[in-house]
């Protein structure tokens, strides 16, 4: 593998970094995001279509193109997506066309999941650590308590509306959100949360807390 000045290997992303002008940061947050631990971590295939859309963004706005939020989304989905008709396809590539944006260099430039590997592995010696089992339970607990809280907020804010608009008959409330899980064979049940905390069902003599 060909070395460049620094001595490190070389690497299209580290070079595509410095082509367009990322923040001295952006390396720093792709690790950062591939070596998280439970839902904050991203994929190599998200931190790709991440880098590519960060690539589409800057060619925008070198090319004077103003958008809306999530007009960038969009526009690299038009243009990667599998579920895209070649029409939608041909008619995104040729507004970017119109307003002086080589699309086929664009994309030559787009990356794949391997090559943010490369970087992260060869270029920044960068490694992910797998969790231990105990990470693994505190990471799905960490999980099940952030959604909880994020279907209460839902919920809660969906009843208040309904009520504030009449649509709706209540008083004050509160709103009790759980999750059993029933064993079908030894027939006990708990709250998924307890469940994770004690190890385990009554099956056996697994590991207690």
């Known amino acids: 593998m060909v070395n460049d000045a620094d001595g490190r290997p070389s690497s299209k992303v580290a070079r595509l970094i410095d082509t367009y002008g990322f923040d001295e940061t952006f390396g720093d947050e792709l690790e950062a995001l591939w ?8 994929s190599l295939r998200d ?3 991440m880098f590519n859309r960060q690539l589409l963004e800057a060619a925008l706005d070198d090319a004077g193109m103003s958008t809306v939020d999530g007009e960038v989304a969009n526009l690299y989905r038009l243009l990667t997506g599998d579920d895209v008709s070649s029409g939608m396809r041909m008619e995104a590539r040729t507004r970017l066309e119109r307003n002086g944006i080589d699309v086929d260099e664009l994309e030559s430039d787009f990356v794949t999941y391997q090559a943010i590997r490369s970087y992260l592995t060869s270029y ?3 490694e992910y650590e797998r969790p231990s089992d105990g990470n693994r339970v505190e990471s799905v607990l960490d999980t099940i308590q952030r959604l909880r809280s994020r279907l209460g907020s839902v ?5 208040d509306r309904l009520r504030s608009t009449d649509q709706l008959t209540l008083g004050e409330f ?3 959100i759980d999750v059993d899980v029933l064993c079908e064979e030894c027939g006990a049940q708990y709250g998924v949360v307890e469940l994770l905390e004690r190890g385990g069902c009554d099956c056996g003599e697994g590991p207690t807390k």
């Open 35 to 42: 070596t998280a631990e439970g839902s904050r971590r991203k």
């Open 47 to 49: 931190l790709a279509d």
């Open 124 to 126: 920044r010696d960068a």
């Open 155 to 159: 919920v809660d804010g969906s009843l």
């Open 174 to 176: 509160r709103l009790f």
